[in-house]
Each structure stands twice: as structure tokens, then as C-alpha cells.
């Protein structure tokens, strides 16, 4: 197929989709499908793409994709503006807001009430009242934002941030020629800080509801009905539509009694009142290992335990090793493959903790001041009122949806932690928008391939796609290219240079299928690589688009130039 005929039936496909109100979101998605598989159509290999345009008269356009979506936007912008006026469609116009609110109820009655204020719910409840519809979010927690700004992503971050800062102070300063005496912690002044920020962001959410007219009902909500809240066992709210987003809560450990102070969770975690001497974490996945490095570099001795034998569930494999040896020097000792029997307070004041290997063997006790429970979280729907509506759940207590996130029950939907998946919050904000998109008659869209995992230590891993493992199990041929920050300009003048990139595309079309990062501001990083694949992008086409220098980013493009040909700095 000539490359012409290509571009002419996608740009066909566009102004469809456009012309067509009804299908105005599904047709975009569907473009982007398309050009995905006309990527597909030419092996994914854009040099013969070049040599079909090259033919073709136009050999000094080298980058096809780029071509493509140049010619793809302004066709867009020509036929949106005749088709629909921007002001046609907005809720702030006159004409935008009648058809917006035609799915508006009565004001006695509520289009979706949204039970659950963490990122899910808030977020799906200022979506469904931008596009019209009337709202209410019932929160019983006193403060917007769940788990994750009260008592997890936020407040956590502060204390790695500051942590990282401390420990820079105390051990690096002086290697930069930067000498300070006498530097202190001031732990009761760093944790008011991180309340000050998870107050800030939790007060925002309250100004974006005010902003967006969502009513903000303060109480426990339970479903007693397919079309009824009930707030605190008091106030009944009426609505059409239902949307759980009651997101998670710790998983207990059989038989350890958590008390908050000596055997904590990730709340208490967050609030100890002094340094220990000794911690231990029971579980080496994400919540624990940004825990165990934040209390390591405030001064405790912190050992991790983990069942399997590797560390970062999920995580790829070589990224984990290279992790944990970074840790490793950092002070964090680990037990792999090792099973926690007990963790109980003796006399002293202390937590005895028995372990002994996953494979059984002998036991071993050790003395610790406070052991971090931290083997993952499970979904919160107790008290909920799923039983008596009648609700479905699987085996792990996770609600049953369908692709438009309804239940069995069809005015009732769920987001977020309550249904299968990665418990993550930027997770549950795509899911509440493309839920509140379908109650409101247009087309929800969540990519599952393009969720990022971000592990906020320092330095930082981070990962989308699949892993060598995952594409080794099911089959497809892949190749893979790889980048350390150690020849990265930016990396070595900022001296933070441990880790690498590690990019994995399909063998025959040359189509990302993963990316993964270890090294300084990986968090960062990995939103290009998410773009890449939300866009079906090939390793060349990464490798092919410039770059500022010097950054951290080009270790990117580098790893993408040795999956399909060679890096030039390393």
C-alpha cells in the first residue's frame, strides 16, 4: 500500500469521526488504533516507510510519523472548526451547557452520587459535574483525597523528599564542597511539615468541588438500594447512578496485632515518634521499600523480609537486582525467601519477630523497637451494603465490572482499588473519568498496557509494559536495548549516576512493549515512555526525536537507539 493511500484512509477514518457527534470520542480512539496498525502494515520499521515517501517525491521528510500526525492535526482543526465550534461544546457557553445538562435530574434527585473521596472518587465526581451532570461525593473521613493524600502517596512523599535531603546534608554535602556543621533532625518539625502539605492538597480538592458546583455530603455512605445512598444511617441521597470508590485498606498479617506504635502499618509509619534503633519490614514491595529507606536515612538500622526472592513485585527482574545491591549500600539489609511466623512485644518494650525460610528450616528470632507491616492492602468495601443490593464480588473481595465498570447491578459501578488491578491512584483517576464518560453516553477509555509503576526511593524505579519475564511466558519475540545513567552527561555533572534504562520492543514491527528505569528522577522519566506506547510508538521512532542536552531524558533516546541499531554513548 502506498503511504499516500495509507494517510487518505486514516484521514478518512478522522473526519468520520468528527462529522459524527455520536461517535465523536469512539472514532479518535479508533484513529489512534488505526494508525497503530498502519504502523503494523509496514513492520513497524520506519526506514522502509522513508523509502515508500522517498519514492514517492518526498525524500526529505525523515520522519514519517511526524508527517502523519502533522497532516492528521491540522485536518482535525480545519474540520472540527466547521463541524463543531469549540464554544458549541462548551459548558461555560449557553448552548454547550444545554446540551451538557441533558442528562441533568430533578433537584431533588442526583444524576451519580460517588461513594468514596480518595483520587478515584473525587476525581470522577468533578468530571461527571463538568459534563453536567448533578453530583454529590459522600466521604466520611473528614478530609478529601482517601488513602492517598491523608495517609499514603502524599504524605509519604514529603518524607522521602526530606529524608533524601537529610541524608544528602549528613554524607554528601561535603563531596560537593558544600561543608555544614552541626546538622540536626528535627523530626517533629519535618512531620509538620508533611501535615501542612496533605492539608494544603486535601483543602484544594474542597475548592475544586465548590469550583465545579459538586456537593460534598461529610458522613459513611452505604447502598441501600440500586438508586440510594444512605449517609451515616440518617440522610437518604436519590440518584441514577451509583459509583463505588471506596479504595483499600491495609491487609492484616495473621496473628500480629498492629497497635500503631511498636507493630505499625503504613499509617503509623508515617507518624513515629522517634527514629528507632532498629525496624524491621515485613514485605518488599513498593509501600515497604520507601517506608524502610525513609526511617534507614533518618538513622535506623532497617532490615527488609520478604517471602520471595526477589524484591518490587512486578518489577523487571535485572532492575530488581541492580535495586536491591543500591539499597544494599544505602545501609538496608534483606531477607529473601523468608517467611515471618510471629511479632509480638516482650517486657523490654521491644517486638520479638520469628522468621525462618519459605521453605522451612530453622527459626530465628529477632529483637527490633518497631516492625512495619507491610504485605499490601486489600479492597474496602466492608460496611458497605454490597450484600443486601446484591453486588457481586470475586474470591478476593473485589467487586465484578464489566468494561463499562458496572456491576451486576446496572445503576451501580466501581473504580479504583474496589475492583481487580494495581491499586494505584492515577490508576483509579482514568477509571472514575472514563466510567463518569459512560453514565454521561460517550466512551470511557482506560489502557491497562500504559499504567506506570513508580517506586519513589532514591534512586527511583519506575516501569510500564510488560517485562522480559511476561513476553517470555506468552511467547513474543522481542528485543532489547539498554543505557546506563553512568554515561549520561547530566547524570555525571549532577553526580547521580546509579542505574539504567531498559526498553523492550516487539522483534518484527520494532513497537515498544516495555520500558523500565532505575536511576535518578525515574518517576519523571517514565511519562515518555507511557506516551510511547499509549501511541503505539517503535524504539526508532523514540531514538529519532531530538532530545535537549544535556538531560536525563537522553538516556532514554539512547536506550531506544539500542534496541533497534546503537547507542552513541556507551
Not at 463538568?130 to 514529603?158: D, F, H, M, Y
Not at 496485632?257 to 534503633?277: F, H, M, Q, R, Y
Request: aromatic share 6%; glycine share 12%; net charge positive.
Amino acid at each position: 500500500m502506498p503511504p499516500w493511500v495509507s494517510i487518505a484512509c486514516t484521514l478518512g477514518l478522522y473526519q468520520t469521526a468528527i462529522f459524527c457527534p455520536c461517535i465523536r470520542q469512539e472514532g479518535c480512539r479508533r484513529l489512534r488504533a488505526s494508525i497503530r496498525q498502519r504502523q503494523g502494515h509496514y513492520g513497524g520499521n520506519w526506514r522502509v516507510v522513508r523509502q515508500h515517501i522517498a519514492s514517492a517525491g518526498i525524500g526529505h521528510i525523515t520522519n514519517p510519523t511526524y508527517l502523519l500526525l502533522t497532516m492528521l492535526r491540522y485536518q482535525a482543526r480545519s474540520v472540527q472548526r466547521l463541524a463543531a465550534p469549540k464554544s458549541a461544546f462548551s459548558a461555560a457557553s449557553p448552548f454547550g451547557a444545554v446540551l451538557l445538562r441533558r442528562y441533568a435530574s430533578s433537584s431533588s434527585e442526583y444524576d451519580v452520587v460517588v461513594v468514596g473521596g480518595g483520587p478515584g472518587g473525587y476525581v470522577a465526581a468533578i468530571k461527571a459535574s463538568q459534563l453536567g451532570l448533578k453530583t454529590a461525593c459522600v466521604e466520611g473521613r473528614g478530609a478529601l483525597g482517601g488513602t492517598c493524600l491523608n495517609v499514603g502517596c502524599i504524605p509519604s512523599k514529603s518524607l522521602l523528599h526530606n529524608s533524601h535531603l537529610y541524608k544528602e546534608a549528613l554524607h554528601d554535602f561535603a563531596n560537593r564542597g558544600i561543608e555544614v556543621e552541626g546538622v540536626k533532625l528535627n523530626l517533629e518539625k519535618m512531620l509538620g511539615q508533611k501535615d501542612k502539605s496533605v492539608k494544603g492538597l486535601t483543602g484544594g480538592i474542597e475548592m475544586l468541588f465548590r469550583k465545579n458546583k459538586t456537593d460534598y455530603v461529610k458522613g459513611w455512605g452505604k447502598i441501600v438500594g440500586p438508586n440510594e445512598v444512605q449517609v451515616d444511617g440518617e440522610k437518604t441521597l436519590k440518584t441514577k447512578n451509583i459509583i463505588i470508590a471506596t479504595g483499600s485498606e491495609v491487609s492484616p498479617f495473621p496473628g500480629i496485632e498492629i497497635d500503631e506504635e511498636s507493630i505499625v502499618s503504613s499509617t503509623g509509619a508515617l507518624s513515629l515518634k522517634k527514629v528507632p534503633e532498629k525496624m524491621m519490614v515485613i514485605g518488599g514491595g513498593v509501600i515497604g521499600l520507601e517506608l524502610g529507606s525513609v526511617w534507614g536515612r533518618l538513622g535506623a538500622e532497617v532490615t527488609t523480609v520478604e517471602y520471595l526472592n526477589a524484591i518490587g513485585a512486578g518489577m523487571d527482574a535485572d532492575l530488581a537486582k541492580a535495586f536491591q545491591k543500591t539499597l544494599q549500600k544505602q545501609g538496608m539489609k534483606f531477607k529473601l525467601s523468608t517467611k515471618v511466623i510471629s511479632a509480638k512485644k516482650n517486657a523490654n518494650g521491644k517486638v520479638d519477630v520469628v522468621i525462618e525460610p519459605a521453605k522451612g528450616g530453622a527459626q530465628e528470632t529477632v529483637e527490633v523497637d518497631v516492625v512495619l507491616v507491610a504485605i499490601g492492602r486489600r479492597p474496602n468495601t466492608k460496611g458497605l451494603g454490597l450484600e443486601e443490593v446484591g453486588v457481586e464480588v470475586d474470591n478476593k473481595g473485589r467487586v465484578k465490572v464489566d468494561h463499562e465498570f458496572k456491576t451486576n447491578v446496572p445503576a451501580i459501578r466501581a473504580i479504583g482499588d474496589v475492583i481487580p488491578g494495581p491499586m494505584l491512584a492515577h490508576k483509579a483517576e482514568e477509571e472514575g473519568i472514563a466510567a463518569v464518560e459512560y453514565i454521561a453516553g460517550g466512551h470511557g477509555h482506560v489502557n491497562y498496557d500504559a499504567i506506570p509503576s513508580v517506586i519513589y526511593t532514591w534512586p527511583e524505579v519506575a516501569w510500564v509494559g510488560k517485562t522480559e519475564k511476561e513476553l517470555k511466558e506468552s511467547g513474543v519475540k522481542y528485543k532489547v536495548g539498554s543505557f546506563p545513567f553512568a554515561a549520561n552527561s547530566r547524570a555525571k555533572t549532577i553526580n547521580d549516576y546509579d542505574g539504567l534504562i531498559k526498553v523492550i520492543s516487539d522483534a518484527e514491527t520494532d513497537r515498544i512493549l516495555g520500558a523500565h528505569i532505575f536511576g535518578p528522577n525515574a518517576g519523571e522519566l517514565i511519562a515518555e515512555a507511557v506516551l510511547a506506547l499509549e501511541y503505539g510508538a517503535s524504539s526508532e521512532d523514540i531514538a529519532r526525536t531530538c532530545h535537549a542536552h544535556p538531560t536525563l531524558s537522553e538516556a532514554f533516546k539512547e536506550a531506544c537507539m539500542a534496541v533497534y541499531d546503537k547507542p552513541i554513548h556507551f
